[in-house]
């Protein structure tokens, strides 16, 4: 690919990143070291794993299936809850996005109550296809989605929304995050799918279904991420089967400020740095003008 962005900080959504490309939530960031080490393979940013108001061990397994377009998974949200504060601290001054989620606005709230002032933003889970009573069962009812996202910015800090690709309009959820004060809209999270096994007559997946992610869902988070942008003002992290550097610029073309990195860096750690090395070079175009350019 011809096309490079010229290299420097990159401001998305309230929060700064020394590049475009953030480790995606659910994704080697389960511990401080795994995303300090993330961080040092050359991602601009990293989101944790999600956190919410109780611990959880999260579904039987089997929790994940490999297949040759993506992954499904169904994890359940496992979590230490507050615990993972201590996490952190070795994290301190990194742009490190905390990923949070609950039942109700009140326990979006007390979650992030217990960050604020240890990371450099919030992502809200509104969107995760296999937890019940949490993400997408909250993140596919508009009104719930602004309440979530009013509870959370009353902080003061930095708010993502992450939006489930699973609704009729995610232009309505992605509305309704902007009138809650989200900073960033995230699309999209996992794609709700399942497998069955013929030999065994019943679903791969201890939990039956589960959210498909990898290069099948791309065309899927690009569609989502243009019709954001028509709809919203405020800056939109594309998410979803990214693992090139054309595939970023796309993303960009569709009217992402940023992208996230979930699938491919799962199978290959190094691939922030990968792309980088191709992405950017001195004396590229400015990325400002390449967000949205396919709306021109």
Known sequence: MELRLRPGPV?????????????????????????????????????????????????????VIELECGVINAMGLPNPSREFTGEL?????????????????????????????????????????????????????PDIVEECTRAVSRYGMPTWVKLTPN????????????????DAIVAINTVKAMRISPELRRPVLGHGFGGLSGKAIFPVAVRCVYELYRACRIPIIGCGGIATERDVIEMMMAGASAVEIGTAARDDPAIFSAISSRLYGFGGEDPDSVVGCAHE
């Open 11 to 63: 401001r998305a959504g309230g929060v700064t990143l020394s590049n475009h490309l953030i480790l995606a939530a659910g994704i080697l960031g389960t511990t401080g070291s795994s995303l300090a080490r993330v961080l040092d393979a050359g991602a601009g940013g990293v989101v944790t794993k999600s956190i919410g108001p109780a611990p959880c061990e999260g579904h039987a397994g089997p929790c």
């Open 89 to 141: 601290a070795i994290l301190a001054g990194k742009p490190v996005v905390v990923s949070i989620f609950g039942g109700s606005p009140e326990e979006f709230a007390t979650v992030a109550s217990w960050f604020a002032g240890l990371v450099a933003g919030f992502e809200l889970n509104l969107s995760c296809p296999h937890a019940e009573g949490y993400g997408a069962a909250l993140g596919a009812d």
């Open 167 to 182: 609704v009729t309009d995610i232009t309505a959820c992605g509305r309704a995050a902007e009138r809650g004060g989200a």
